[in-house]
């Protein structure tokens, strides 16, 4: 059974529209070769929330909050995945995903 635990959250500084969809994709292509392989991103079909699931049974998924205004990222961790992930590894993530938010200025 999986877990999940929030790993990251900040303000808003832009609406998620179209553009900063194409954008993050965008982003998330020129970055693929320092992913894992197996990798996938997608978005939810209503809600404004993306999904990156990668191999191992870990996945994080970015909700784009409208009302609050924040962006929270949440880690969800596989049994395996748990074992082996560190506070060390939670913050090199955290630190990637402030980079990603700032390039992107979210």
């Known amino acids: 059974m999986a877990s999940k635990e929030k790993l990251y959250e900040r303000p808003l500084k832009r609406v998620l529209d179209d553009q900063l969809k194409a954008e993050i994709l965008q982003l998330f292509e020129s970055r693929r070769s320092m992913l894992p392989s197996g990798v996938d991103m997608s ?30 990222v949440y880690a969800e961790l596989g049994f395996a995945a748990r074992m082996m992930v560190t506070d060390t590894h939670r913050a090199q993530a955290r630190q990637m995903i402030h980079e990603v938010a700032e390039e992107l200025a979210l």
């Open 43 to 72: 978005w939810h079909q209503k809600e404004p929330v993306l999904a990156l699931r990668g191999p191992m049974g870990v996945a994080f998924y970015v909700h784009f909050l409208e009302v609050q205004a924040m962006m929270v």
